[in-house]
């Protein structure tokens, strides 16, 4: 398994994630770009930071991540019992004290290119609560930027290639398919009988 990382080289920011009926008003994350070094990979796990604004509405509200390939189609969601509940999210706004949190893939995904991963909530909009996941206020690594989903766009995601997510991903060579059950000919049995020995 490897690592890839988001690498923080300048400031930071938060990205305010909203839960709108059926679908996110406002989620977060990375394009995997071409030439990205995880693409043909399956994401494994990965690691953002969050914090909170406040405490109100936090209880029974959690953040997952959801992986889609480059038309939109859900492609893997992370385990449910990784689920980060918003009210143990930190409140504190400084970055250094954000939540740091890993999400698992049992069933993972294989990254293509313009793939991308969200980091979202099913917690609606509370200006005195909504989760917010960091995000680097430069694009600091290779071939990835950050990818904002907000449902109220045409299209509806915006590729800001000015700033990127913060954090780290655990990825891995895909096993490969299983073999198809391999079956022998058979050797037709001799209708004729064979004498062992010969009269004199």
């Not at 385990?79 to 890993?102: K, Q, R």
């Not at 004729?192 to 020995?197: G, R, T, V």
Request: glycine fraction near 6%; hydrophobic fraction near 30%.
């Amino acid at each position: 398994m490897s690592t890839f990382t988001w690498t923080k080289c300048n400031g930071t920011n938060e990205l305010t994630l909203r839960y709108g009926s059926p679908t996110p008003v406002q989620a977060g994350g990375a394009l995997v770009g071409t030439g990205n070094i995880m693409i043909d990979h399956q994401l494994d796990s990965i690691t953002w930071e969050y914090n909170r604004r406040g405490t109100s509405g936090a209880n029974s509200h959690f953040v997952n991540v959801k992986v889609y390939d480059s038309d939109g189609t859900l492609l893997a969601t992370s385990d449910s019992g990784d689920n980060l509940l918003v009210s143990e999210i930190t409140t504190d706004t400084d970055y250094n004290n954000a939540t740091e949190h890993t999400f698992n893939f049992s069933t993972p995904a294989t990254l293509t290119e313009d793939s991308y991963i969200l980091t979202e909530t099913d917690m609606v909009n509370d200006p005195g609560g909504s989760p917010e996941v960091w995000t680097s206020t430069s694009n600091c690594t290779a071939n990835t930027n950050l990818i904002e989903y907000k449902n109220t766009n045409s299209p509806p995601l915006d590729n800001i290639t000015t700033k990127d997510m913060v954090g780290s991903a655990e990825y891995s060579v895909p096993a490969p398919p299983a073999a198809d059950n391999i079956t022998f000919p058979q050797i037709p049995k001799s209708n004729s009988i064979e004498n062992s020995a010969f009269k004199s």
